[in-house]
């Protein structure tokens, strides 16, 4: 039985969702968030969304978020000796289960991970921002 999704700050109902990405690319993302507007969590789950979407699927990640100020509140550390991830950082957002479920299962099925969703929707999304300030 699922838990009931929570509005707002609360975990309760939620998956947590993490994106392990290189330190000029947090950095890059980071000022994209600032640009935007958006929190990293939101930034995270439009990336999934844009990526979703190329997929032709309709599944989407909700994306509030508790923090009034839509301004990423703190810079995130290097992994270190952390298998795989030595030298990245995350970027990460929690989610309605429900909705990370789906996805997850959609995945699945096109033989990716929600790693390589993410990756590719962040790509989409910052390639995107780069074209409207160009066209600006």
């Known amino acids: 039985m699922d838990t009931p999704y929570m509005p707002g700050g609360s975990r309760v ?13 947090s950095e890059r ?3 994209y968030c600032l640009h ?19 997929f032709e699927e ?22 270190e000796n952390a298998s795989g991830r030595t030298g990245k950082m995350a970027i990460a ?20 991970s929600l790693q390589d969703v993410a990756t590719y929707g962040l790509m989409m999304i910052t390639q995107e921002i780069e074209i409207q300030d160009d066209n600006t």
């Open 13 to 25: 109902g939620k998956k947590q969702i993490v994106c392990y990405i290189s330190p000029e690319d």
């Open 36 to 54: 935007a507007g958006w929190t990293r969590q939101e930034l995270l789950a439009r990336a999934i969304n844009r990526a979703m979407q190329d």
């Open 93 to 112: 957002g929690w989610y309605p289960v429900s909705q990370v479920e789906r996805i997850s299962i959609i995945v699945a099925q096109n033989d990716m």
């Open 58 to 79: 309709p599944v989407r990640l909700d994306y509030q978020s508790k923090r009034v100020f839509r301004i990423p509140n703190r810079r995130r550390s290097v992994r």
């Open 29 to 31: 993302y980071y000022q």
